[in-house]
């Protein structure tokens, strides 16, 4: 954490009260596995290196951003890990003044690794909190819902990679939140399994609602009210969890017997707009106010003219000034239509 010498700045505030002190990073749009609900089965054109953001252009604008009152960085994707030298770009993240969160998400099959090279690297604890996805225990499921059948490598080591880097982040004391997609006709038998994870061991499983980007337009998500219902049958009631866990929309509960919490992130049926807090910095330099955004600051041409850091900080002030009030996901179906790409790979879920 490094707080000292900016903590007198005033917080980013929008036209509609939200303070906004939390940046999402996608460092790149590749993966090694190809999700149903994110990816499209062919993969996607990736980006020639030379149109993402590098490293150093990252840190820049986070330094920029860290001044203007953000707090708090994910680091996402694409897969993060697979981008080369991730491990020492987040080490160089930890140590702007301001930021005081440096997390990732990911799926999970590179996080050893990652774990490794940072001790290598000498670091003491490399991230302050890991989101692992994990959508089934099962491995048939698991090939079939990444869709990596063909893959060998996946196929026979990629489900006990992911439980093993599970448990290795609990031994290093890097506080856990898994992330499951409950989705009908894959993962329906699997949801009370992956809950489990949070009866022995205090940390997070949330379920998060299916948002139709992307390849998931198609795909039939299962409410959050209805994976509740099938915990509470399992398990017993869940009992509302009033402190705070994580920057993020993300609505806790408590079950009986359990060490750790179970969350819900009802996008679609409840919406969680009021409280959003974040901005998304895409792989090729785009700052977007909302996921569903079309429109963002192309922050990169920006870096790449010589802008000045004045310039950089007014064109993330004006992008603040055009949060919108909320998601709208009838817009991102009409953009899929005319062939934009808008899955969370692309975006930085
Ligand atoms: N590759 C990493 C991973 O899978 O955790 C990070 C990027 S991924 C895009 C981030 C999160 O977005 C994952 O938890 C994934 O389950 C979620 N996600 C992707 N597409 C989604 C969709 N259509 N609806 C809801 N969540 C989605
Ligand atoms: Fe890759 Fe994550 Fe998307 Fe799955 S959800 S395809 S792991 S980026």
Request: glycine content about 10%; aromatic content about 6%.
């Amino acid at each position: 954490m490094n707080t000292q010498r900016i903590s007198a700045v005033p917080p980013m505030i929008d036209r509609y009260g939200r303070i906004i002190d939390y940046l999402r990073i996608s460092v790149t749009d590749r993966c090694n596995l190809r999700c149903v609900y994110c990816m499209p089965a062919e993969g996607v054109e990736w980006k020639p290196h030379g149109d993402m953001l590098s490293f150093e252009e990252i840190l820049r604008l986070c330094g920029i951003m860290a001044g203007m009152g953000i707090r708090k960085v994910k680091v996402t994707g694409g897969e993060p890990l697979v981008r080369k030298g991730v491990a020492g770009f987040i080490a160089k993240l930890k140590t702007i003044p301001g930021i005081e969160q440096v997390t990732i998400t990911t799926n999970g099959i590179l996080l050893e690794e990652f774990f490794d090279e940072a001790a290598a690297d000498g670091a003491g604890r490399p991230v302050d909190g890991v989101n692992i996805s994990l959508d089934t225990l099962d491995p048939e499921r698991f090939s079939r819902l990444t869709r990596t059948a063909s893959d060998a490598f996946v196929r026979g080591q990629g489900l006990p990679a992911i439980l093993r880097a599970l448990d290795r982040a609990q031994t290093l004391g890097i506080p856990v939140k898994l992330n499951c997609v409950p989705l009908r006709g894959f993962n329906e038998t699997d949801l009370a399994g992956i809950a489990a994870l949070a009866r022995n061991v205090n940390r997070a499983v949330r379920f998060i609602e299916l948002m139709p980007l992307g390849s998931a337009g198609s795909l039939e998500p299962i409410p959050g009210a209805e994976v509740a219902a099938m915990l509470e049958q399992a398990y017993g009631k869940l009992i509302p969890y009033t402190g705070r866990l994580g920057n993020g929309p993300a609505e806790y509960y408590s079950l009986p017997d359990f060490a750790g919490k179970i969350g819900f992130i009802n996008a679609v049926s409840e919406g969680f707009c009021e409280t959003c807090n974040r901005l998304r910095l895409s792989s090729g330099g785009i700052l977007k106010p909302c996921l569903s955004s079309d429109t963002g600051k192309d922050l990169r041409a920006l870096l790449r003219g010589g802008a000045p850091d004045a310039d950089l900080a007014a064109a993330v002030a004006e992008l603040v000034a055009q949060k919108p009030p909320s998601h709208n996901f009838s817009a991102v179906y009409e953009r899929e239509r005319t062939n934009h790409v808008s899955g969370m790979y692309h975006i930085g879920g």
